[in-house]
């Protein structure tokens, strides 16, 4: 196919006048790039130093009156609303900016929405939004009393936490505190209870202020259990001056019952059978009771037991 010709074109000049139908000056996909305002542009070379975007002058009118500021195109209508607050006196969450009839968002930029050095925009005070930040204004204050009160009322735990850890040394090792220690602590407890418990509180709040109840719990079942074993001594002491009159006269002496002997002497089962041994048996009984009298079991012969060998 043949190149085409450039309409008006000379003869001399039709070299440069040829633009081959293969070749498009639109350029590639890699060239553009989309800018944060969604506008798709040509890519600029790194190696480039970026203009400076302008500065513009825009008139803003409050009320009958108008103020001019200066700023750079490229910035949102947020920024702007904050150098308006010190001029017009309202909050930048409380101003609507309003632009060729349209309520403009504070993310949205200038240069994107059509400003331009010189335009006239109108803000107002958005009664709405005014509302909406008082409300969220006093939600933060409530969360941060709260948060101040349960910090206070764990920094006194931490305190009270101190005299119970040194009662319960005294007492574990034996020692005694006065009761009225033990009970003023656990009444110190029970009013952080009721101070802890008139705090409002939502979500980590809410967890921090459970946490603080168990704690604070725990500490007075400790002082309960304390208080028990601080009373123990006392009673036993109070027990023995109670005994130590009736003990004053010695008891008298019981004899002990006398003592029984039992001696165990083995022998052959033939010499207890044996009339050596039933003559001997005799005469010690005899001798023992001071009778002369011969028994008539003695002269008996004594059987002997035939023993066999199995």
């Known amino acids: 196919m043949m190149p085409m010709r450039r309409k008006g074109a000379s003869p001399a000049n039709a070299k440069a006048a040829f633009v081959p139908l293969n070749e498009s000056p ?5 060239e553009w790039e989309v800018r944060p305002g969604g506008m798709l542009v040509q890519k600029r070379d790194p190696d480039s130093v970026p203009a400076p975007a302008p500065t513009i002058r825009v008139r803003v009118k409050y009320g009958a009156v108008y103020h001019e500021i200066y700023l750079s195109s490229q910035t949102t209508f947020g920024e702007l609303k904050k150098l308006l607050s010190p001029r017009t006196g309202l909050h930048p969450e409380d101003q609507k900016l309003i632009y060729k009839g ?13 400003v331009k050095d010189g335009s006239k925009m109108v803000v107002v005070e958005d009664a709405a939004a005014q509302a909406k930040r008082f409300l969220e204004t006093r ?24 005299e119970v850890s040194a ?15 033990v009970v003023n602590l656990i009444e110190l407890f029970m009013t952080q209870l009721v101070k802890l418990d008139g705090v409002v509180a939502d979500g980590d709040l809410k967890l921090q202020k459970r946490m603080q109840e168990r704690r604070m719990q725990r500490y007075v079942e400790t002082l309960d259990v304390l208080k028990i074993k601080n ?14 009159p009736q003990k004053q006269q010695p008891p008298a002496k019981k004899r002990a019952p006398p003592s029984v002997v039992v001696t165990t002497k083995w022998e052959a089962f033939d ?3 044996s ?3 039933a003559s001997t048996a005799t005469s010690t009984a005899t001798t023992a009771s001071g009778s002369s009298t ?9 059987p002997k037991l035939d023993w066999e060998l199995f």
Do not use: C, H, W
């Open 26 to 30: 639109i350029a590639s996909v890699d």
């Open 102 to 114: 349209k309520v403009r968002s504070s993310k949205a930029y200038l240069d994107l929405s059509g």
């Open 139 to 162: 939600r933060q204050a409530k969360i941060d009393k709260s948060s101040k009160s349960i910090s206070q009322i764990g920094l006194d735990v931490d305190k009270l936490a101190s």
């Open 167 to 181: 009662l319960e040394t005294v007492i574990s090792k034996g020692g005694r505190v006065p009761e009225k220690d």
């Open 231 to 244: 009373a123990m001594p006392r009673a036993a002491n109070e027990q023995m001056l109670e005994r130590q």
């Open 271 to 273: 010499s207890l059978f």
């Open 275 to 277: 009339p050596t041994a």
């Open 294 to 302: 011969v028994s008539s079991s003695a002269s008996a012969p004594a």
